[in-house]
């Protein structure tokens, strides 16, 4: 009778420890749920900077023109890294950055009617979890579906360029 007793409470232990182990599972799965969107957001933000930064660089590029020079965008995101319009080095941007969405560093670009860089955007289909609340200058992002719609574009260009053509760098 006692060999009955002992199997039966390791019976009942075992199941306690496949509960345990369902129980602890379902806990990790929504961790990691939440760790998931937690980086999303992240990423988000980070975009949101970097997409900042091209958009402030850009506007540099074009106000700070040297004299004799007709105004103009740059024709390719180096010419932020290097003003070739200058002798030496004028940097607008330390670096080409990567897309954080996509982790790569291949933007959209937005061309103006002179072929030069009015703009870049994410390559990324996905749809954002940011829909609203966006500072005053990105006040456009609100409800659009894609990232890549994220448009960063200089202020006063938006009026010049109706529809933005996107092109591959």
Do not use: C
Not at 128 to 153: C, Q, R
């Amino acid at each position: 009778m006692k060999r009955f007793w002992q199997a039966r409470e390791i019976g009942a232990a075992y199941l306690m420890l496949l509960l345990t182990i369902l129980v602890m599972g379902i806990g990790l799965v929504a961790v990691s749920e939440v760790w998931h969107t937690t980086l999303r957001r992240e990423k988000e933000l980070e975009l949101l900077f970097i997409g900042d930064q091209y958009r402030q660089s850009l506007r540099l590029y074009f106000t700070q023109t040297p004299s004799g020079n007709a105004l103009r965008y740059p024709l390719k995101l180096e010419d932020l890294l290097k003003d070739p319009r200058v002798p030496g080095t004028k940097r607008y941007l330390r670096k080409i950055f990567a897309d954080p969405i996509t982790g790569d560093t291949k933007w959209g670009l937005i061309l103006g009617p002179n072929g030069g860089i009015v703009g870049v955007h994410s390559m990324s289909q996905e749809q954002p979890i940011k829909t609203a609340n966006f500072s005053m200058e990105n006040k456009a992002f609100e409800n659009m579906k894609h990232y890549s719609d994220w448009v960063f574009l200089v202020g006063s260009t938006q009026v010049v360029i109706s529809p933005p053509k996107k092109s591959d760098p």
